[in-house]
């Protein structure tokens, strides 16, 4: 009868990391197939690019975060992720670097393709890849989208590697405590 007991107990444990590995991440793009395929975007003085590296007009080289490739967006132009369910707590981050007085903004479209919020703007000192961190503040599901607002004709923003945690609910372990409970209690019952 402990024997049962214990596999029922692991059967809970496996089926909580199960469910909480299928829900974690969302999305992943790091931009690694090498080409925009099927991404939505948006143009700005130009479309958005995926690459290996990206030279600026004054001769500056820059390459990847992480990985071998990563996306380039021209000032106006977007990346656009749709079909996403948001939650209060699931995070989005990425890296991203800005060449001349290029600003990036994060766009929250609740009714997607309509009423796009901002939610958050990329900026600090050029040159250098820096870390963005994003941390949703309620409920909803549409789509988000990352985009060049500012800068002079030669201004880019670069990202790589875009992920979007969803957070565990915390619902999934109180079932599986409470199945490990009903499972305690039935082998008293027989005993």
């Excluded at 395929?37 to 990847?64: C, H, K, W």
């Excluded at 766009?107 to 796009?116: I, K, R, S, V």
């Excluded at 923003?157 to 609910?169: E, N, Q």
């Amino acid at each position: 009868m402990h024997k049962k007991i214990l596999q029922g107990l692991m059967a809970c444990l496996i089926m909580i990391g199960w469910m909480s590995n299928a829900q974690a991440l969302l999305l992943q793009d790091d931009f690694e197939d090498g080409e925009l395929g099927d991404r939505m975007y948006e143009v700005g003085l130009e479309a958005p690019a995926i690459v290996q590296s990206f030279t600026d007009p004054a001769g500056q080289v820059y390459n990847a975060a992480s990985g071998e490739y990563f996306a380039v967006l021209p000032i106006g132009a977007a990346l656009i992720w749709t079909d996403l369910e948001w939650s209060k707590g699931d995070r989005l981050t990425f890296q991203y670097l800005l060449t001349e007085v290029a600003q990036g903004a994060l766009l929250l479209f609740p009714n997607w393709p309509y009423e796009g919020n901002f939610a958050d703007s990329m900026s600090g000192q050029t040159g250098v890849w820096h870390s963005f961190s994003y941390e949703f503040t309620g409920s909803e599901d549409g789509a988000l989208a990352i985009q060049n607002l500012l800068g002079g004709h030669y201004g880019h923003l670069l990202l790589d590697a875009v992920s979007y945690t969803k957070v565990t609910a915390p619902n999934t372990l109180m079932l599986g405590f409470l199945g490990l409970i009903g499972l305690l209690w039935r082998k008293r019952s027989n005993s």
